[in-house]
């Protein structure tokens, strides 16, 4: 019988751990895409990776952010997972499917940090912003499936 309670408690325990992820990986996920929808698109800007590519294609094609991001990195998880395990893709797979979401949430809601068109200013709030961000992502051991995982396939085969 005492077995059975220390079971559950751990279950519990995980169970109360994995929701904490899940919450600390949404809010870097809407950090990031606050970071991306009400600064860096409002001013023209552009930044590395699969995001950078998504906003060039939708600069230059005009089709939606959102939906051009989650086709590369579905891209970038197929990758993955056939020179990785399914255990490393299930990191990227989790934040591969709520950045985008949150990304589309946010553009519903149209809302624009700065107005001025001030790039520098513009450059430093994206920088400080989606860093943040990302670094609540990256520090639970997730990661965005784009060109850090890109690199990390690279360091795997090199």
Known sequence: MMK???KSAIT????KQGL????ILWLG???CAFANVSVMIP???ATSGIVGVARILQF???LDFALINYVLTTIVVVITWIIFSFREVRKILIVSILFP???FLFEQINFHLLTEKDLILASIFYGVINGIGAGLVYNRGYS???TDTIAKMLRKKI
Do not use: D
């Open 12 to 15: 519990k325990q995980s169970i």
């Open 60 to 62: 230059s094609f005009g």
């Open 101 to 103: 979401i949150t990304l």
């Open 144 to 146: 965005f499936g784009g």
């Open 43 to 45: 001013n023209g800007l």
């Open 29 to 31: 996920c809407c950090i």
């Open 20 to 23: 904490i992820t899940v919450l």
């Open 4 to 6: 059975k309670i220390k």
